[in-house]
T-cell receptor, first 114, second 110 residues
Framework: DAGVTQSPTHLIKTRGQQVTLRCSPK?????VSWYQQALGQGPQFIFQYYEEEERQRGNFPDRFSGHQFPNYSSELNVNALLLGDSALYLC?????????????FGAGTRLSVL | DAKTTQPPSMDCAEGRAANLPCNHSTISGNEYVYWYRQIHSQGPQYIIH???NNETNEMASLIITEDRKSSTLILPHATLRDTAVYYC???????????FGKGTHLIIQP
C-alpha cells in the first residue's frame, strides 16, 4: 500500500517564475492538505482540498493556489515566485472530515528559488 | 500562532525512557492533543493523540493532566532512530489543518 507520494523531490526556479507541485494521497484517502516548511521552522498550513473544493485556507497569499482531481490527487501552484518561497512543501492526506485528525505526510518537495 | 509550548531541545540516553513535555494551557474542551515527529529529511509522522484519558500504542504513551493544560509524551525505550523533532499540536477532532510550532529536538545519545 503506497503512502503519500509527492513529485518532484527537488526543484530549482528563479524569481517571478511559476511552479506546480503534485501529490498522490494514501490509498483510500480523499482529503489533501498542503504545508510549507521553512528551514528550522515547523510546517505551516497552506490549504486543504476535499471533494475537489478548497475547504480551508491558512494565512497565505492568493499566489498560492491548488486543485484536486476526481482521483483525489492534488496540485499546488505558486505564481510569481519570491526568494522567500524557498522551502520544503509537504502534502498530507486523510480520510473524510469527521474522522479524528490523523494526517499522513509525504516526504515533500524541496523548492529553491534563486 | 501555535497554542503549545515545548522545550526547544532535549537529550536522552539510548535505552532509557524519553519524556517530552508540552504545555497547552488554553486548550478548549473539544480539542485533542496530537503528537507528530519529523525525522531529518522526512515528512512528519503521526505518533499518538488523546482527549483527556491517557493513551498508549506501539510507539508511545501519552499522559494528559487532569486539567488538560499539559501533557507528556513517553517513548519507553528510546533508540537512536528516535532522534527527531517532536511536535505537540492541539486541534479539534475534525480534519482541519494542523498548527505546528517549532517542536522539541530530541537527541538520543549512544
Amino acid at each position: 500500500d503506497a503512502g503519500v507520494t509527492q513529485s518532484p523531490t527537488h526543484l530549482i526556479k528563479t524569481r517571478g517564475q511559476q511552479v506546480t507541485l503534485r501529490c498522490s494521497p494514501k490509498s483510500g484517502h480523499d482529503t489533501v492538505s498542503w504545508y510549507q516548511q521553512a528551514l528550522g521552522q515547523g510546517p505551516q498550513f497552506i490549504f486543504q482540498y476535499y471533494e475537489e473544493e478548497e475547504r480551508q485556507r491558512g494565512n497565505f497569499p492568493d499566489r498560492f493556489s491548488g486543485h484536486q482531481f476526481p482521483n483525489y490527487s492534488s496540485e499546488l501552484n505558486v505564481n510569481a515566485l519570491l526568494l522567500g518561497d524557498s522551502a520544503l512543501y509537504l502534502c498530507a492526506s486523510s480520510y473524510g472530515l469527521v474522522a479524528k485528525n490523523i494526517q499522513y505526510f509525504g516526504a515533500g518537495t524541496r523548492l529553491s528559488v534563486l | 500562532d501555535a497554542k503549545t509550548t515545548q522545550p526547544p531541545s532535549m537529550d536522552c540516553a539510548e535505552g532509557r525512557a524519553a519524556n517530552l513535555p508540552c504545555n497547552h494551557s488554553t486548550i478548549s474542551g473539544n480539542e485533542y492533543v496530537y503528537w507528530y515527529r519529523q525525522i531529518h529529511s522526512q515528512g512528519p509522522q503521526y505518533i499518538i493523540h488523546g482527549l483527556k484519558n491517557n493513551e498508549t500504542n506501539e510507539m508511545a504513551s501519552l499522559i494528559i493532566t487532569e486539567d488538560r493544560k499539559s501533557s507528556t509524551l513517553i517513548l519507553p525505550h528510546a533508540t537512536l532512530r528516535d532522534t527527531a523533532v517532536y511536535y505537540c499540536i492541539v486541534s479539534p477532532g475534525g480534519a482541519d489543518g494542523l498548527t505546528f510550532g517549532k517542536g522539541t529536538h530530541l537527541i538520543i545519545q549512544p
